[in-house]
């Protein structure tokens, strides 16, 4: 095998790990509810996989064709939900994972949906804003009737946001015939509040982030003042948390982000480097209220609690040693692998999961659905409100299953998520 042949498949390996990790996370769970053969089956496979392929004229004249992808996993509880990334990793695999992820999270929030996810392989840095434009308007108009809202609600993921889901939303509109194009807007959710947004909605992921870290915390009588914590990822996600938490009085003492890693032990302001990373084209690096800090050091950092809210796949057996939180939050989708849980698990590490810790984003999602769904206005602070009532539901749910049933929290999540499931396919039976 040639050197650049072995480099490409070390960068695949991570996407295939990750479809491994969700099944064999499902095998776990359904071994332990004793899950009817049957309904096994048929939550191990997907439902629909499309893949489109779609010319976009650039600003340069010149065409460019991409792949984009949409997976639904399975809708027994409702119509399909879940994100839509621009990334180079996207690939079937990671949207299988991904969209299974999302069905055990929607079900385990009790959600009336199920669990989809997708996007474009593609790096949104090296693209103009017109061109992301067009692309993402091309891919809405690719994927045609395969969404819908009330079939399936994309939403912002990794490199996608309001703008994303704003161009998506008129584009899908602008198909329909006249009388039903406003009757549509709930097609898509995480939109600007101009523009059919929940108030809220860019905060409640890392807001659940932080609040399942508080409940937490609360249920093992600690005080979250003075804890130092470090954040992977310092997008969306990972700032949102990282500033509810700077205002309970914990401490950011290390992020990492995709250019580079810093450290203060003292503590880093963390609006202060918010601000840092928007003069600095969305980098850390060179922060001057900390030091640089090696990628590889990074999840050794002393804390009490580390955040993984960037991608997939990074805590791993090579790492998960290295950890000094006595809390993980993960506030990405699967940063844990198996072979890293197990080490975390066997040197008493708490891991809040992702279908848990990271689910105050569907939930403003689906608050978002319901307000166009319903032609209502939520304020703010009621949809805060509302995601606390939620989050701290589902949060106890899962700790006392875990406490009554000596699990770990991950294990009883999928329990709890796919007894949901289960239930809906026992009581209206198997078509046909």
């Known amino acids: 095998m040639t050197i650049t042949a072995e480099i490409k498949k070390v ?17 776990n769970a359904a071994d332990q509810i004793d899950l009817h053969p049957s309904i096994r089956k048929i939550l191990s496979i997907t439902n629909n996989e499309i893949i489109v392929n779609f010319p976009v004229k650039m600003d340069n004249g010149e065409v460019e064709v991409f792949r984009g992808y949409r997976v639904q996993h399975n809708s027994a509880l409702g119509p399909y939900k879940g994100g839509l990334r621009y990334h180079p990793t996207v ?6 994972a991904l969209a299974m992820w999302m069905t055990w999270k929607t079900s385990l929030a009790g959600l009336p949906y199920g669990g989809g996810k997708g996007g474009i392989q593609l790096d949104p840095s090296k693209y103009s804003k017109d061109e992301l434009e067009r692309i993402t308007r091309r891919f809405t108009f690719a994927l045609a009737d395969n969404i819908g809202p009330e079939h399936d609600i994309p939403a912002p993921d990794v ?7 704003a161009w998506i939303a008129d584009t899908y509109m602008s198909t329909r015939p006249p009388a039903e194009r406003t009757a549509n807007q709930h ?23 932080y609040l399942t870290i508080k409940f ?3 249920k093992k009588n ?20 990282a500033h509810f938490l700077e ?6 003492v290390a992020v990492q982000d995709a250019y580079g890693s810093i450290e203060n032990q003292n503590g880093i302001t963390v609006e202060t480097l918010f601000n840092y990373s928007l003069e600095n084209k969305g980098s850390i690096v060179g922060f001057p209220e900390a030091k640089a800090l090696s990628n590889k050091d990074f999840f050794a ?61 569907v939930v403003g999602s689906y608050f978002e659905w319901l307000q166009n769904r319903n032609g209502e206005l939520w304020q703010l602070d009621e949809v805060m409100a509302k995601l606390n009532k939620k989050l701290k539901e589902s949060f106890n749910k899962v700790y006392e299953y875990s406490e009554k049933n000596a699990l770990d929290m991950r294990t009883a999540a999928y329990c709890i998520a796919i007894q949901r499931i289960e239930r809906a396919y026992i009581e209206r039976g198997i078509f046909p």
């Open 222 to 241: 600690i005080n979250l003042d003075g804890k130092k914590f470090i954040v992977q990822g310092f997008g969306n996600v990972g700032y949102w948390a």
């Open 301 to 361: 950092t002393a804390c009490d609690i580390c955040i993984p809210a960037a991608l997939g796949n990074q805590i791993t057996k090579n790492n998960a040693s290295q950890i000094k939180a006595t809390l993980i939050a993960e506030g990405a989708n699967g940063p844990t692998n198996v072979e890293g849980e197990m080490i975390l698990l066997d040197r008493g590490i708490t891991i809040i999961p992702d279908i848990l810790c990271n689910s105050g984003g």
């Open 11 to 27: 960068k695949k390996q991570p996407v295939r790990g990750m479809m491994d990790n969700v099944m064999q996370q499902f095998n």
């Open 247 to 252: 205002n309970e009085g914990a401490k950011l």
């Open 216 to 218: 937490w915390a609360e």
């Open 159 to 165: 490199n996608t946001n309001s703008q994303t889901m």
């Open 187 to 209: 097609v898509v959710t995480g939109k600007p509040a101009g523009s059919g947004g929940l108030e809220g909605r860019d905060r409640a992921t890392g807001y659940g982030v």
């Open 91 to 96: 690939d079937i695999d990671a949207a299988r």
